[in-house]
């Protein structure tokens, strides 16, 4: 039996009503993202890298991708070797080439990042960087055990799992529940979910509102808001001291097969993503620290260095295989010190110039 | 003169088993630095399980008595030892977290040395030694021996993962971060966040088969090898890496920083001789 609903407090829309409500909706879900951006203060320098705080807040790293696709100049993508974890920023690679030629080479660098992670990242985040020259580093480290690699089967809490594929290629230690994976796909398409997250990051101890309520019952959530993002950290991350001094051995790496390797995969991936997007792409490899190398691991290696060399050939897409440094420009196994990325800038900035990329040439 | 001849034997034999029953089982003990210890008598146990992956091959083990930190080292207490705090997620009252193998061993000797305690580790050969009375990290058979607090399964409270959010900080209830030390329920001996939080570091190597070929009475681990053992699960782990005969395993000292992740951290033992 139909019921009367004359008699009731239901609101019964018509249908231009239903028209209203969809195109009110519409509109704020286009235009707030917007007015949030204009509302929070925010000036990348020169030198400029998202702040080690902000590593995992994707709304404001889409922002500043959006930004720089906006920008003159070239963009230097990868991990935290291009973001520099143990110099202060104007320390950085693309700061020395800055430095050093008076043209724009950005920080891309995200704290934390690997292959796999970075192709969901130039995928989801950085639809925006079209017809950029793009210096994209590899790093072979990530290939240096099966679990760094991703292809370990015993679960592993790698960084940035919401970047990386949630179904395929299937990641044998990701052992995200299915609910899980789904929302995380979901915040890539939705805006709002990302936002939230984001003023988790800034403004709530990365909480969501609830939780932070219930540890902070006496405080107001809307007077933690104050419109100010983290900026960059100024200090190195970790003390600039040469590996050799910090207890490190020389040691024996388990490489992986590059044709069984996720990370190389997804690195081919994120070469093809932005090469589909128009952009130039010139890879670095390395430089690993091949000092750090064990007699015994130096073939597996120079296997992946060979890998890697041969398919950039066939695409027919420029890169450089950095000279090893000096043993004392070494951070760890694959970060530079102050030094060292000096000794890398004028290097690449010479091979980049043959190619006439970055405004070289 | 009798009734001295007598008190005096009666010291002697009294000193023999003081320094033994100087604890009672299960037993707090606030060190002189001020963190709480829970003495654990000793005794035989299952290690292992035969449900397990390849390398939890189920045995008899039997440990001695000792004392073990009732909470994960947090950064408070790492801050005041080393005059560094390493972590990730800032907190005092969280484990310190992103700690290497080596960086918990030179925690122990510090500890050890503000006690005016013989440290354990020697620090240019990263070997332990037993006999010092100083601070060091679990062997595997003495972290799983206060993990299971006299149990045969899966977990201390069961074979089913269901109360694990009682007393665990793990993936589905961690909300991506580690916790405040001691705020999730205690096992039986009164041990907290034996499981999850973060991985707890243990003095011995690695070994896929060694439970094979290992000593029944306090085994030490293999003599060498490449990666320490890591138990008990951490914040972003599933419930079954929390079961108590889980083994992890990672390289003792980062060779990069990119390794350096947020969920490792660690507790302390010190030995008790009879």
Known sequence: ?361 | MKGLCWTLAGYFVMSATVLAEAYSPFEEQVTPSKITMVFLPGGTFGMGSSEGAVDERSHAVTVGPFLIDKHEVTQESYQEFMGENPSKVRHPSNPVEQVRWSDAVRYCNARSKAEGLDPCYDLETWTCRFEADGYRLPTEAEWEYAARAGTETHYFFGNSEGKLKFFAWYKAMAKGRPHPVGTRKANPWGLHDMYGNVWEWCNDFYGVDYYVHSPEKDPKGPTEGEKKVLRGGCWSSSPDSCRSSYRYYEAPGYTDACFGYDIYGFRCVKPVRK
Not at chain 1, 16 to 24: F, I, L, Y
Not at chain 1, 83 to 111: C, H, I, R
Request: proline share 7%; charged share 20%.
């Open chain 1, 1 to 361: 039996m139909a019921k009367d609903l004359s008699q009731s407090n239901a609101i019964q829309l018509t249908l231009k009503e239903w028209a209203v409500v969809g195109t009110t909706l519409a509109f704020m879900y286009a235009v707030c993202p917007v007015l949030w951006s204009h509302l929070e203060t925010w000036q990348p320098t020169p030198s400029y890298r998202i702040p080690y705080a902000s590593s995992h807040d994707y709304w404001q790293v889409e922002r500043y991708w959006d930004w720089a696709g906006r920008c003159e100049g070239c963009l230097v993508v990868g991990d935290s070797v291009v973001w520099g974890e143990y110099v202060s920023p104007p320390d950085t690679l693309s700061a020395q080439m800055q430095q050093l030629t008076g043209k724009p080479f950005l920080n891309m660098g995200l704290n934390g990042s690997h292959p796999a992670c970075m192709a969901g990242l130039i995928q989801w985040y950085g639809k925006n960087v079209r017809g950029k020259d793009v210096l994209l580093h590899f790093n072979p480290l990530w290939m240096s055990s099966s679990r760094h690699d991703l292809t370990e089967s015993k679960e592993f809490r790698f960084n940035h799992p919401k970047l990386v594929p949630q179904f395929f290629p299937r990641i044998p230690c990701y052992k995200e529940s299915l609910e899980n994976k789904i929302g995380i796909v979901a915040q890539r398409f939705f805006w709002p979910s990302r936002w939230l997250a984001h003023l988790a990051s800034v403004y709530f101890d990365e909480l969501d509102l609830g939780s932070w309520i219930r540890e902070h019952p006496t405080e107001n959530p809307l007077s933690q808001i104050g419109f100010q993002l983290p900026v960059p950290e100024e200090e190195p991350r970790h003390p600039q001291r040469p590996w050799t001094e910090s207890g490190v051995a020389v040691t024996s790496f388990d490489w992986v097969v590059p044709s069984e390797s996720i990370q190389w995969r997804l690195f081919q991936r994120s070469v093809d993503i932005l090469e589909d997007r128009g952009n130039r792409v010139f890879v670095l490899v390395g430089p690993f620290n091949v000092h750090m190398l064990a007699q015994d691991s130096t073939e597996g290696y120079e296997r992946i260095l060979e890998e890697a060399t041969s398919w950039l050939e066939r695409r027919e897409i420029s890169y450089l295989v950095a000279s090893p440094l000096p043993k004392d420009c070494y951070g760890d196994a694959s970060h530079p010190l102050p030094e060292g990325y000096r000794q890398l800038a004028r290097e690449v900035l010479s091979a980049m110039e043959a190619q006439r990329m970055g405004g070289m040439g």
